[in-house]
């Protein structure tokens, strides 16, 4: 197997601001806000056609419905 790329992957962020200065400040990555929010992704990292770092709140509302994860739940860290 010969494995070109991978299609997608967001780190999921308890902390998007803190999570920006990492992957920008820190790695220098090239990540654009989406729309002036707090979800920040590139298309610009070899090997990954989109990169993003995506705000727990935001994963939280596509799959609950609601800006908290239920405290039931394990926090996930990516998706």
């Not at 992957?9 to 090239?30: F, K, M, N, Q």
């Not at 729309?35 to 056609?49: I, N």
């Not at 994963?59 to 990516?78: H, I, K, L, M, S």
Request: with cysteine; aromatic share 10%.
């Amino acid at each position: 197997m010969h494995v070109e790329f991978i299609a997608t992957v967001a780190v999921i962020a308890a902390d998007p601001e803190a999570s920006r200065r990492l992957y920008v400040d820190a790695l220098g990555l090239p990540l654009q806000s989406q729309s002036g929010g707090d979800y920040v992704w590139t298309d610009k990292l070899d090997g990954a056609k989109h990169f993003a770092v995506w705000p727990l709140s935001q994963a939280a509302e596509a799959c609950f419905g609601t800006n908290e994860w239920p405290a039931d739940r394990p926090v996930p860290q990516a998706s």
